[in-house]
């Protein structure tokens, strides 16, 4: 028994049967003992339990970090699944690319990335990871390998993608990269006071910017924040200088230093920020990924933990669903703030169970306060179930068996392609018969 | 730009190195013991490089000691003279299994120790006359003092230590490096079996950059982290009568 392998929120804390690490991508799929279940566990950065197999076994992939081919003409890429991409980002920034879609920290697997089919600040405009995946290998169970593509194999590449690594683990991907000048943005933040005023401001910063992203003060109801656009800068006659610093949380923190005080100033002070009047040129790095800065910065939350939720809600109800949330959230004096909203564009998801569709997503962070948190919770599913919405598995602790199947309607075809002797805390809660 | 040998190249410290040594510009000659791991690392490998660089490989198995001779000169083929030769191989015996069984014991000495002696002795005959290079070793703390946990593997870093201390010694006349790299705990797949790793555990990248920065500057001894200096420093000054007692 184990009880080392963790998400990246820490909740819940499971243990764990069986530790095993896959040797090679051209290696035997290491399994556990008897009819015991596994999931691979890349970099521990997804929430929850979709990553983790509570009272059985992970398989860790992190020796699969070989990038395969690079093809700097076309700007299309072949790694292995356990590659971060930090690594895929130092190589082909410099050759002028950029990865097609990222997620808010560049410390994700890109088997990850197939597995949660992630999305970014891009979505409106690019769609979600999976929109840019030709191809990639299947391993299951039972030794087979399957390469995947909307050509071969395109069953498992659609149940693959999304597809929360349930059905084999992924040992290596082909995606196609972005074209960029350089490696910086140019980006424009706006403030705004009012959900109304942010919906407007986002109408208008979506036909206007490739990436747009909010954060939004969760204590106030009447739902201020700041809008951030941005777009890869062109060609420059001369670039910043940018230096990365790193910072660490280095221990775990015995209690939260998030509380309703610290929360409404924090909020306050980053609403109040001085923000540039005009565009300005940013890093890619500080543009993308802020939290990466500090490491290990989950352990804010302290020894309990928190949660993170994250929603989408159609587009028609998306204004009266999310006022309705932030009327929650407010009241209730909890969440962070790191509360961030984005609005997902039309492009048709891949995979048979992902997460982006249209409408608008809303995510934070609770810290765990127990029966409250869950209580709160619970609140605000009924909202988005009522709205018609859906929860984030990669970012789920709790979410029910029926919250889970309202969601994602098509889930009954995902049964066939789940692979025999894979399982995880979150799938097996999801398929808890109701009751 | 250097020629560089690495034995015992896909385990992760070395991975590590040999990321860092292409990034730099320098020439690689990787040795492992298995051919398909051997080949993901050529080609990731090739894959980063963005300049003109060769990057060969030989599969072999350490522990015979005839084919090290043959390696060297197969390096010198592909790459030129070499310049530095990384020793990284080596594996993590288990000691319960090693004290009831002699074969065992005397097996993990051939891989953590006797090979090393032959591989780093033949370096030092190709270093001594062109009175230049650089001949790194990967020991390891546990090689400073003989503890119940884990003292087969201990004897066996130990003699490697004590080998490069006198080789170090007659090196130095020629000009020749020679660098004993101690790491602490390292979280790679040798130790993936032991839970919970705590403040003390590096990983592979941040030991691979103290070993490049050590061969930069041409160092002797290393710990890696640092901070191990002052761990072994306390380990080793306890009395024989109080450490046979203690349960390290």
Known sequence: MRDDIKSWNRLPAVRHQHVLDIQARTACLPLPPGKETCIPFGNGRSYGDVCLNPDAAVIRTRALDHMIAFDRERGRITCEGGVILADILDLVTPQGWFPPVTPGTRFVTVGGCVANDVHGKNHHDTGSFGNHVRSFELLRSDGQRLICSTEQNADWFAATIGGLGLTGLITQVTFDLLPIANPFMVTQAYRFSTLDEFWHLNARAEREWPYTVAWIDCTRQNGRGILFAGQHAPPQPELPVWKSRHRTVPVDLPFSCINSLSLKAFNEIYYRQKLPRDRYVAHYVPYFYPLDAIENLNRIYGTKAFYQYQCVLPPQVSADGLAELMRQISRSGMGSFLAVLKTFGTRPAMGTLSFPRPGATLALDFPNMGEKTLQLLNRLDSVVASAGGALYPAKDARMSAAMFRRGFPQWEKMLPFVDPRFSSGFWSRVNEPEG | ?248
């Open chain 2, 1 to 248: 730009m250097s020629n560089i040998v690495i034995f015992g190249a896909t385990s992760a410290i070395a991975t590590a190195c040999a990321r860092d040594w292409l990034a730099a510009g320098h020439n690689l000659f990787l040795v492992g013991r298995n051919a398909d791991k051997l080949e993901i690392m050529r080609t990731d490998l090739m894959v980063r490089s963005t300049q003109k660089q060769t990057i060969a490989t030989a599969t072999a198995d350490l522990n015979d000691f005839s084919t090290h001779e043959a390696l060297y000169a197969q390096a010198a083929q592909a790459l030129g003279a070499p310049d530095i030769v990384l020793v990284a191989h080596g594996s993590l015996p288990d000691q319960k299994a090693c004290e009831a069984s002699v074969e065992l014991t005397m097996q993990e000495i051939r891989t953590n120790a006797l090979s090393v002696i032959s591989l780093t002795t033949l370096a030092a005959n190709l270093f001594e006359p062109q009175r230049e290079g650089t001949i790194a070793v990967i020991g390891s703390v546990a090689g400073d003092r003989g503890r119940q946990s884990n003292y087969v593997y201990g004897a066996a870093k130990g003699m490697v230590d004590i080998f490069l201390q006198g080789l170090r010694n007659r090196m130095a006349k020629a000009s020749v490096t020679v660098l004993t790299i101690k790491p602490g705990f390292v979280d790679t797949p040798m130790t993936a079996h032991i839970p919970t790793k705590g403040v003390l555990w590096s990983t592979p990248g941040q030991i691979g950059q103290g070993i490049i920065q050590a061969v930069k500057r041409k160092r002797n001894v290393v710990y890696l982290p640092w901070f191990w200096r002052i761990i072994m420093l306390i380990i080793r000054s306890i009395p024989e009568a109080i450490f046979r007692k203690l349960a390290l």
